[in-house]
């Protein structure tokens, strides 16, 4: 597997991935709340990718894997005292991280996590920040096993679950 930044030639692919991940986990007693083109949004991803804060992990050159790690949060993290205290640049926040779902249970959400941490020591960032769909048991366990912490459950929106209950997670750098 190899991870690297999308491309804007690779727009296509990586808003048919997110589609065809959204269909795969359509029956899946976990969710994470995802529309397409809501949720991740056609614009949110080309001004990701424009910004260079859209990764895909590859393998055989297919897109297995996708995750935006950049800067901005729901204003609803404005509201929390988080325990790092920082400036919105010095935090990290992964966003829209999924694996498609035949490739599940192979390891590739963790790597996908642990090189946004990487990127983020790299970027000199006091931590990383993130959201979770309340009852999304595969990804509250994935961040908690990563180290992250647990920190409070916030109701905030957003388009594709209307205002709904997040978990608040954060991991120290």
């Known amino acids: 597997m190899m991870i690297k930044k999308a491309n804007a030639d690779q727009y296509h692919s990586v808003r048919a991935f997110y589609h065809s991940l959204i269909d ?8 994470a709340g ?3 083109d809501i ?11 424009r ?21 901005e949060c729901n204003e609803g993290y ?3 005292q988080w325990l790092t205290k920082a ?12 694996v498609h779902p035949l490739h599940t249970g192979k ?11 990487e990127t983020a020591q790299k970027n ?4 990383i920040r993130l959201d979770v769909l309340k009852g999304n048991v595969p990804a509250e366990k994935l961040y908690a096993g990563l180290g992250f912490q647990h920190l409070h459950t916030l109701p905030m929106f957003y388009d594709d679950t209307g205002w709904t209950d997040y978990e608040l997670y954060e991991y120290k750098l």
Do not use: C, T
Not at 87 to 98: C, K
């Open 24 to 31: 795969g986990i359509a029956d899946r007693p976990y969710s």
């Open 34 to 36: 995802w529309k397409k």
């Open 39 to 49: 949720y991740p949004a056609p614009d949110y991803l080309l001004n990701a990718i």
């Open 51 to 71: 910004n260079g804060e859209l990764y895909i992990a590859l393998e055989n050159h297919e897109i297995i894997a996708s995750m935006v790690l950049n800067h």
């Open 78 to 80: 404005h509201k929390y």
């Open 87 to 98: 400036e919105q640049d010095e935090i990290s926040v992964i966003h829209a991280l999924g």
């Open 107 to 117: 390891g590739y959400a963790k790597k996908m996590v642990k090189f946004a941490i």
């Open 124 to 127: 000199h960032q006091k931590a």
